[in-house]
């Protein structure tokens, strides 16, 4: 249908957009992998200018060597698969929730969805001051009125904590996704289980969860790829100390606290590398869903 | 047909479904209220969910003292300036991918949405290094081209879908009561596609009022919007509970309101047309 001179005005309109993001793709990409190459520490007066000594894989050995890598390594996992497993959880069971009749409907959605609207600097601090402060937080309040000694969380509970406050965020993420994926569950198919006398977890095992498969995929790839770069919450909260450094959070230390460059370029390099082992099945399912 | 449901259920389900929404919005609740009363009863031991004094002082206190408007206002220039940006680059190329599909289509959209995953600390420093040689660091011209390309693939993406949705027939229909391109676009397709344009922009300002990466590392004083504001006051000295709570409440109240408009293209826009 299309004819040639359409085609060329798209490949035109198109242009804008597909030259920039690859400029913006490409060009740090490009720095961040050739300063990982090199040593770097502009405090000792490197500079590009100047040019930087070619050092071959050596900041790659020495990102990996480090005795704080496998610890961000297990602190990232604990974080990015705690987070996971509570939002999609209870995202199931809230989404089946939300989705019964009940009073109210309307505004429990929006008391449910409120959280992932809140900035991630806000909602980290509300909940280190407000919620979890040893003395003032509501928690400790709650401990002292049940007789417990009141815990200062984000020290000695601190990888819980931030999943905590992480899962706080994201939870209204997985619950609507999981809702509006319920609510194009054909009904009568529920209906004729019910009437054929199927019990509640039955019916659940059998007919809603298999629904959610794809939905529940979904989910979790989305959220690994924003959750594997969490900072802001852990910036505020612990800055990193107490067993919350993450990946992210080590590259970005190596990067802006010990101004090393080449070694937190490699940091960056195997983050990317790790992004997009996730990223590539996430495409498949957006790809085919495109197809449709 | 509704499944019939008893009303004693149904007051089960109203009771549990609200006590698990309060519970959940409660830190938010708990933010707004302490936002009211003054440094004292914020910290009273048992905590005070009533009976304190009513104050607006500290809102007061807060726009003086750190001078509350300027960061706002720096929020609204970037995360605005930002999604227009994007807007007007993404249109476009939506439109054209949307209306005239090639075989390379579904390859660009799923790469422009790679681009989306590339880690931000991955690529901070050369960042900054081209931010220091452009003298764009801690300006907002600087944060508002990074958020537009950050939130480029979803506007793209999310515009992609809701033209798609456009029939293709309107257009011929058009074109047979000879509509020239100019009148097609601007008597026949502008007014179906404005509200996913609207919708894009909505979420999409959301997303960059929110981003919390690059305001933190890239602004100092002069362009730091409220994610910045909100992360000095983390420091000891600044730990006042009623003032931060109410700090707290006046980034976030714009926000919320925006965002409870947005569900439904939350969903649309952060899957990328996978769950509809």
Redo the contacts between chains.
């Keep these: 249908?299309?004819t040639q001179h359409?085609?060329s005005?798209?490949?035109f309109?198109?242009a804008?957009?597909?030259i920039?993001?690859l400029g913006?793709?490409l060009?740090?990409?490009t720095?961040?992998v050739w300063?990982s190459f090199t040593r770097y520490l502009p405090m000792r007066g490197d500079s590009?200018e100047r040019g930087l000594e070619w050092v071959g894989f050596e900041n790659y050995v020495r990102f990996i060597g480090s005795s704080s890598f496998w610890p961000s390594v297990q602190a990232t996992l604990v974080i990015v698969g705690g987070v996971l497993a509570i939002t999609v959880v209870l995202g199931v069971l809230?989404a089946i929730?939300?989705d019964?009749?009940?009073?109210?409907?309307g505004?429990?959605?929006?008391?449910?969805?409120?959280?992932?609207?809140?900035?991630?600097?806000?909602?980290?601090?509300?909940?280190?001051?407000?919620?979890m402060d040893p003395?003032?937080g509501?928690l400790a309040?709650l401990w002292?009125?049940f007789g417990a000694t009141p815990v200062s969380w984000l020290s000695e509970a601190s990888v819980q904590s931030i999943i905590l406050i992480v899962s706080?965020q994201w939870?209204?993420?997985a619950t609507?996704?999981l809702l509006?994926?319920i609510q194009?569950l054909d009904?009568e198919q529920l209906?004729a289980a019910e009437m054929d006398g199927a019990p509640v977890l039955s019916r659940f095992w059998h007919i809603v969860l298999p629904h959610l498969g794809?939905?529940i995929t979904?989910v979790i790839l989305?959220q690994t790829?924003f959750l594997?770069?969490i900072?802001?919450e852990i910036?505020?909260?612990t800055g990193g100390s107490f067993g919350t450094r993450t990946l992210?959070y080590l590259?970005?230390q190596r990067?802006?606290d010990s101004q090393n460059?080449g070694l937190?370029?490699a940091g960056?390099?195997y983050?990317?590398i790790?992004?997009?082992i996730?990223?590539i099945f996430?495409?498949r399912?957006?790809?085919k869903?495109?197809?449709k | 047909m509704?499944?019939a449901?008893s009303t004693r259920r149904?007051i089960a389900?109203?009771a549990?479904?609200?006590a698990?929404?309060?519970l959940?919005?409660?830190?938010?609740f708990?933010?707004i209220l302490?936002s009211f009363k003054t440094e004292a009863q914020?910290?009273a031991?048992?905590?005070l969910f009533w009976g304190f004094d009513f104050t607006l002082e500290n809102y007061a206190v807060v726009q003086e003292r750190s001078n509350y408007m300027r960061f706002l206002w720096n929020s609204v220039i970037i995360a605005g300036g930002s999604t227009l940006l994007g807007i007007v680059?993404?249109v476009?190329?939506a439109?054209?991918?949307a209306?005239?599909p090639?075989r390379r289509t579904?390859d660009?959209?799923?790469w422009?949405?790679?681009?989306k995953?590339?880690?931000?600390?991955?690529?901070?420093?050369?960042?900054s290094?081209?931010f220091v040689q452009f003298g764009l660091l801690d300006t907002r011209g600087g944060l508002i081209v990074v958020l537009m390309?950050i939130n480029?693939?979803i506007i793209?993406w999310m515009l992609y879908t809701y033209f798609r949705e456009i029939p293709?027939e309107i257009l011929e229909a058009a074109r047979m009561d000879g509509a020239g391109l100019k009148e097609e676009i601007l008597y026949v397709l502008t007014p179906m596609a404005i509200p996913g344009i609207a919708s894009t922009i909505l979420l999409n300002f959301?997303l960059a009022?929110?981003e919390?990466?690059w305001t933190?590392?890239l602004t100092a004083a002069s362009a730091a919007p409220?994610?910045?504001f909100?992360?000095s006051?983390?420091s000891p000295e600044g730990?006042f509970?009623a003032k931060?709570?109410a700090a707290?409440t006046m980034?976030?109240a714009p926000?919320?309101i925006?965002?409870?408009f947005s569900?439904k293209q939350?969903?649309r826009g952060?899957?990328?047309?996978?769950?509809?």
């Excluded at chain 1, 019964?100 to 409907?105: C, E, L």
């Design positions: 249908m299309a359409s085609r005005a798209a490949r309109m198109m804008p957009a597909v920039l993001l913006w793709m060009v740090p990409l720095m961040t300063f590009i809230l929730l939300l019964q009749p009940f009073w109210g409907q505004i429990v959605r929006i008391l449910v969805i409120a959280p992932f609207f809140v900035m991630p600097t806000v909602s980290a601090l509300v909940w280190k001051n407000m919620m003395v003032n509501m309040h002292r009125f706080w939870l209204p993420f609507l996704i509006t994926a194009s009904s209906e794809r939905a979904i989305i790829i594997l770069s900072f802001a910036f505020v909260t992210t590259i970005f990067v802006v460059i937190g370029s960056g390099v983050a990317i790790l992004a997009n996730v990223a996430l495409m399912i957006v790809g869903n495109l197809d | 509704a499944r449901v149904k389900t109203t549990l479904a609200w698990i929404g309060l959940i919005f409660f830190p938010i708990w933010t302490t914020a910290i031991n048992p905590p680059i993404a476009p190329a439109w054209s991918m209306f005239v090639s579904k660009i959209l799923l422009m949405l790679s681009t995953m590339l880690p931000a600390v991955g690529v901070l420093y050369p960042i290094l081209i390309f480029l693939p793209v293709g959301i009022w929110n919390a990466f933190l590392n409220l994610t910045a909100i992360a006051y983390s730990l509970f931060l709570s707290s980034a976030i926000i919320l925006l965002g409870w569900q939350l969903v952060l899957t990328f047309g996978a769950v509809k």
